[in-house]
């Protein structure tokens, strides 16, 4: 079962370039989510998407943008890399959205560092 | 809104000992709280949760008592081994959420 696959798993970006992470899951999920990882805080929301055609943004925000390209894709954007994004970045989904109390399943991680 | 504080660790054990991480919450309503574990090099596993005041999560000899009255979950394991070295995350989910807040995470040694 593969889950919550992401690509790339490593990618080192100059800063101002662009480029997309990809994020596909085969559980038939209706929610999925963006989340990055930075020592000693833990993950944080970057945009997540409660169901195909919905997108709402998380606690961070700012320099990314989203695309739920349908049920099982949901891709991140990063239009101007900076290096304060430098991070590893995961994707999950997750069964139902609200009112649910199911966990989320996590993809391996993109680590990206910009230079 | 709603937040996780846990214990940041570092935590280095010998095999055998006992393991107890903490985790307090802040939260409106009845949120549902998580463990999750990354192993290195790997994304997030759920390890256990619960769903309810007093609910006792358990997993892999891990376990976890919500606790509404001092908002906390803290997680628990009598005989810790290599294979348990890993970052533990705590995380709640509210009950009109969509999303997971984590904690910061704790990063876990365990030398044999």
Not at chain 1, 73 to 100: H, I, M
Not at chain 2, 40 to 68: C, H, I, M, V, W
Request: aromatic share 12%; net charge neutral; glycine share 10%.
């Amino acid at each position: 079962n593969a889950g919550v696959t992401q690509t790339p798993k490593f990618q080192v970006l100059k800063t101002g370039q662009s480029m997309t992470l990809q994020c596909a899951q085969d559980m038939n999920h209706n929610s999925m989510y963006w989340y990055r990882q930075d020592p000693g805080m833990g993950l944080r929301l970057i945009y997540y998407s409660a169901s195909e055609g919905t997108t709402d943004k998380g606690e961070v925000p700012n320099g990314y943008n989203v695309s739920r390209l349908n049920k099982r894709e949901f891709s991140l954007r990063l239009e101007s890399a900076a290096p304060s994004q430098t991070s590893v970045y995961f994707c999950a989904s997750s069964e139902k959205g609200n009112r649910e109390n199911t966990e989320a399943f996590f993809g391996q991680g993109t680590r990206l560092t910009v230079v | 809104g709603n937040s996780v504080t846990q214990m940041e660790g570092p935590v280095t054990l010998s095999e055998e000992a006992f393991l107890t991480i903490n985790c307090t919450y802040t939260a409106t309503g009845y949120p549902s709280l998580f463990w999750y574990v990354q192993y290195p090099g790997e994304g997030l596993q759920l390890l256990l949760k619960a769903t309810k005041a007093d609910d006792k999560g358990s997993n892999k000899g891990f376990e976890a008592t919500y606790r509404k009255e001092t908002t906390s979950f803290h997680l628990e394991k009598g005989s810790v081994q290599v294979s348990d070295s890993a970052v533990y995350f705590c995380a709640l989910k509210g009950s009109n959420d969509y999303k997971l807040s984590f904690g910061a995470g704790t990063t876990v040694t365990v030398r044999a």
